[in-house]
């Protein structure tokens, strides 16, 4: 009875670490196929596409694999060197995350940072944020009673789809989340009343950077305030050169100004009457609307 029962143990044992090995293979599998792309290839190719197929490759590792797979998203999401080879821009991005979130619904730092990936123009995101849209209320779905992936709603309503008018039922709607914030109701009171403002921009800004759990969209987040203050600065300064020159027909010989975010002052050139950000500013500068 003994020997039979170190058989059968052996059999269930063999037959985990084969499932496992199965599982763990997913990853490798298509990084052996990228690695050995031809150069003019395009580079996105998936060769494990679908949710559910991956979702049964996984035989009870789910957790595990949705690991590897959020590992490569965000590599694939950092690859922007392959950006001028791509059809289409971070067209695997979502399928990318789809993946990750059925395979562990509870990882909730791949619906908060990947809406940020997709919704950023490109060549910083996919453009894309009809997609981000699903993937948060895909993670709604999972989490009802997590105000921060209602809100994420509204912040791509806003500052990506520039409907203002969803994006404060949005955060009205995840004011009624059981713990949400009471600041929720202000900011769409904001984005109701007074819809583009710059203020609300700001501010929702900060609280992004505020509320990340995850470093790059803390850094995005970090990079959209530093180039809204950058703007704010430069149109103050070029309007006092304006006026200088107005008053004697000549650009102010030298402008006291201020420094940037990064602290490196801000760059005037007395001949043309320029100013702009330093070239060796640490500041990364994004063209904001």
């Not at 979130?101 to 619906?111: K, R």
């Not at 992936?149 to 509204?154: Q, S």
């Amino acid at each position: 009875m003994k020997g039979g029962g170190g058989e059968t143990s052996k059999v269930v044992l063999g037959c985990v670490g084969a499932a496992l090995a199965a599982a763990l293979l997913v990853g490798p599998v298509q990084d052996f196929i990228d690695a050995r792309s031809p150069a003019g290839e395009e580079p996105d190719l998936l060769f494990f596409n679908s949710p559910g197929l991956v979702q049964k490759m996984a035989l009870g590792f789910e957790p595990l694999l949705a690991d590897l797979y959020w590992m490569r998203t965000i590599q694939y999401y950092g690859r922007r060197d392959d950006e001028g080879r791509r059809r289409e821009s971070f067209g695997n991005l979502y399928t990318l995350l789809d993946i990750t979130t059925t395979l562990d619904p509870g990882l909730q730092d791949a619906y908060r940072a990947g809406s940020c990936f997709l919704s950023e123009p490109p060549p910083v995101g996919a453009g894309r944020p009809d997609l981000a849209l699903e993937l948060l209320k895909k993670g709604a779905r999972a989490h009802p009673r997590e105000w921060r992936l209602v809100y994420e709603r509204g912040f791509v309503h806003y500052l990506y789809l520039k409907d203002y008018a969803a994006a404060g039922d949005t955060w009205l709607e995840a004011g009624r989340v059981p713990g949400a914030p009471e600041w929720l109701a202000g900011l769409a009171a904001m984005a109701l009343s007074k819809g583009g403002a710059e203020e609300v921009a700001v501010a929702l800004w900060r609280r992004q950077y505020e509320e990340a759990t995850s470093d790059a969209v803390r850094d995005n987040a970090r990079n959209h305030l530093h180039s809204l203050q950058v703007k704010r600065d430069l149109a103050e300064l070029r309007d006092r050169i304006e006026r200088h020159r107005a008053a004697t027909g000549s650009f102010p010989p030298s402008l006291r100004t201020p420094r940037d975010p990064m602290g490196t002052p801000y760059a005037y050139d007395p001949r043309s009457g320029r100013v702009e950000l330093d070239p060796g500013s640490a500041v990364r500068f994004l063209d904001l609307p």
